[in-house]
């Protein structure tokens, strides 16, 4: 008979390798496509070498996935949010890559990436409630 364990927290290390090895072995006997990410980053420092921005993302199946973008507040409206994501835009070009994605939530920045040009492509309403999570795209081919 089966047995359902719940618990709280990570798997342990056993457990979460048997899990990838158990994704990997269907994705190639489905004949996925490989699942390998790789992250970069895009940072701005100021004359004290202090962050008051970053971009990280993920590129992922000729996708760049936007994982987080962050402005200083006190660096806020002054065009480096902007920046950071047409530098992203550009390196996506560059690479030939279908688009780029992200997800934002409604008290975020969602104009913000539709005046660069994403475009909605999901909506979760009530998350958390009175919000949403907001899945935005822009392609480039």
């Known amino acids: 008979m089966l047995k359902i364990d719940f618990s709280n927290g990570a798997l342990n290390v056993r457990q979460q390798e048997e899990l990838n090895a158990g994704f990997k072995s269907h994705g190639q006997i489905q004949c996925a496509p490989t699942y390998q990410t790789e992250r970069l980053n895009w940072t701005v420092t100021n004359e004290?070498?202090?962050l008051i921005a970053a971009l990280t993302a993920d590129l992922l199946w000729q996708w760049l996935y936007v994982?987080?973008?962050?402005?200083?507040e006190s660096c806020r409206g002054?065009?480096?949010?902007?920046?950071?994501?047409?530098?992203?835009e550009t390196y996506a070009k560059e690479q030939q890559l279908a688009g780029l994605w992200l997800w934002t939530q409604s008290w975020q920045a969602p104009?913000?990436?539709?005046?660069?040009?994403?475009k909605e492509?999901?909506?979760?309403?009530?998350?958390?409630?009175?919000?949403?999570?907001?899945?935005l795209r822009k392609q480039l081919s």
Do not use: C, H
Not at 67 to 72: A, C, F, H, M
Not at 111 to 118: A, D, E, K, R
Not at 121 to 135: A, E, L, Q, V, W
């Open 111 to 118: 104009l913000f990436y539709q005046n660069l040009g994403f």
């Open 48 to 50: 004290q070498g202090g």
């Open 67 to 72: 994982d987080e973008l962050w402005v200083d």
């Open 78 to 88: 002054k065009g480096i949010g902007k920046q950071l994501m047409m530098q992203a």
């Open 121 to 135: 492509f999901t909506r979760f309403d009530n998350f958390p409630s009175g919000y949403s999570r907001i899945g």
